[in-house]
């Protein structure tokens, strides 16, 4: 077929026709990487421009265009455009589009237009069901485009997308969910000769009706669910008697259609189901709920008791009915293999008891009519569950004494700690009966990981064994020098050594140097440093004003404790000194002394003073200070002889008293 370079006519593997545009661009150049994909738009019933953005919304009828770009060695032989639900539901499938590609047609590009229908449905849960669900889920889905080449070579591309068909939904709020389930231990809807569904369902349309059915035989007809009279979720009780005991897991369903009659995506309903409880004659008297493995056993006459192969003409057990309380349970057939050949007994599995004072009841039928029936008492308990309720709110600190505590409780209500006993690492701690609950105290000799173990008996004998890991750590101390006094605009270096109760230094200990401004109540952190091997610290600062110091180490987790060190009161001094005072003067006339302080402070008064002979010593007169840091004042000596002077600056909140090196000056 001739078909030109600007528009080539593609075959086309859907139910529609689809011409493939191909726009004229640069050659594309061989390489390994393959063919190009580009999304170009989307547009659906939900409107819009045709604009790809992730996440957008489409409904109903979607329109996708996409471009393909391709060299000579990556030819294209068929492209597929398709939507796949999510998985959040069943019923998931797929909507597409596939185009068959000839040779040429994609070289160097080709556009084209799919068209999916969001809302496609299809029958589900088998014909007799008359489900009709969507292919597609609403929510959270993805174009996908899928080009593929002889080489083989495949090459994709992807974007996100919202599906909106107003679909209804429906969740069961009494199944946790698959993740719940395990290989051991199945959970999720359970049923013995009944079972209790609880659907909640919504849809943008209402809901009409919301149905339940199986895939299986087994199961009963799809039932629906009687309508709430005011919310949201609808309820149904099933009779399961006659199902065969099992998890189905892929077998039940449940729909909501809304007032359109449309199917939103069916919901798994996994269900177990268990026509039996575990029971033994040989089971202990007091058991718990978990209790399941059972062998029941039987005992004939010796003239019955024939060794193999002799009892298959005698008596040997055909069926054994298990009854709680009276009430029959399940009916264990028996063939060749467990009975004609082994009348000793056979393995029942029953499922939980409900807790309290039963009788389980063993009637066994043999080949020719014979009851023989055996009735055993048990009570089913809970454990005696501890809660701590001191001992693991911390981490205990080497060398003190630690509580334990804890109360107790049962989950049936009856049962009690009728004695218990607290250990540690094996050591008993303490001991006690009802009604007294645990707690003991424990010296914390040691740091590192220790094993804490409650053991409590219950008045059934019944035990239960708790343990829990408690982890001490080691004190610290935390030891603050450094200089008393300091003068201004000096450095003062402060120095903290940490230590580890009993356990050395705390190398790499985080150690926050804090200071309290005189006159003030709060301590601000100057710095943080981190000791070195030796457990030391050390800050320097400029001094400014009085205040206090103190070292505060931080905690380390799993390690030791915080500490802080006792305060440490730091003066400051102004600085303060004569300018080349005048060592000789006249009796009577007046000598000017100048003196230079810093830092200055308005109002600040200098006082020039003079010792007396008793060695106390007087002010003679004043300055005040200037806010060059200078202060002038003239000094008259009264008689001559030799004076010894200073100038002296009065203490304040900020700065403690600071006096001049003392001069003398000989007056004649």
Known sequence: MDISRSVRSLAVVASAAVLCAVTPVSAAVADDTGAVITIDGISSDAGGDGTVSAGQTITGTTDVTFTVQADPGDEPTEAVVSITGSGEYQGTGTVKQTFTLNPGDCLPSCTLHATLDTAA?????????????????????TVHVEVDSPRP?????????????????????????????????????????????????????????????????????????????????????????????????????????????????????????????????????????DKTPVSVQYAYPSALNKPFPHNFNYAYPVSTTVSVDGKAQATTPVDAYTYEGNTAGFIADVGPLPYGTHTLTFDTVDNRGAHGRVDLPVRVVSEVAPTWTDGFQDFPVAGSSWKLAATTSAADGVSRAEHWTL?????????????????????????????????????????????????????????????????????????????????????????????????????????????????????????????????????????????????????????LKISKPAVKAVHGKPVSYTALSSPYVKGTALRFQARQKNGTWVTLTSATLATGGSATAKITFSHTGTWTLRVYRPGTTDLTDTYSSSWTVKVG
């Open 423 to 575: 250990d540690v690492d094996g050591t008993a701690v303490a001991t006690g009966s009802y009604p007294t609950q645990p707690a003991g105290t424990w010296k914390a000799t040691t740091t590192g990981v220790h094993d804490v173990t409650l053991t409590i008996v219950s008045q059934y004998g019944d035990t239960t064994v708790r343990s829990l890991p408690l982890r001490v750590v080691a004190a610290t101390t935390t030891q603050l020098t450094g200089p008393a006094t300091s003068t201004y605009g000096g450095k003062a270096t402060f120095t903290a050594t940490v230590a580890q109760t009993g356990a050395g230094p705390a190398a790499g200990a985080k150690v926050a140097f804090q200071y309290k401004r005189a006159g003030t109540t709060t301590w601000k952190t100057q710095a943080t440093v981190t000791a070195d091997s030796t457990g030391k610290a050390s800050y320097t600062a400029t001094a400014k004003y009085n205040g206090a110091w103190r070292a505060v180490t931080a905690a380390r987790n799993l390690t030791w404790t915080s500490s802080t060190s006792k305060t440490l009161a730091s003066h400051v001094k102004a600085v």
């Open 153 to 289: 070579r495949t090459v994709t591309a992807d974007t996100a997308v919202t599906v909106d068909n107003g679909r209804p939904t429906v969740t069961l709020p009494d199944l946790p969910g698959e993740d719940a389930w395990t290989t051991y231990k199945p959970v999720g809807l359970t049923a013995d000769d009944a079972l209790s569904l609880r659907a909640t369902a919504t849809g943008d349309k209402g809901v009409s009706r919301v149905r339940y059915f199986s895939s299986s035989r087994a199961w009963p007809a799809p039932v629906d669910l009687t309508a709430p009279e005011d919310g949201s979720t609808w309820t149904t009780t099933l009779d399961t008697s006659a199902v065969p005991a099992g998890l189905y897991a892929g077998d039940l369903f449940v729909v909501a259609y809304d007032k359109d009659g449309r199917a939103g995506s069916p919901v798994r309903a996994l269900t177990l189901v268990d026509h039996g409880f575990t029971v033994t004659p040989k089971l202990g008297t007091v058991i718990r709920p």
């Open 121 to 141: 449905t299809q029958q589900f849960g088998g014909t007799a069901n008359g489900v009709e669900a969507p292919l597609v889920n609403d929510g959270a889905n």
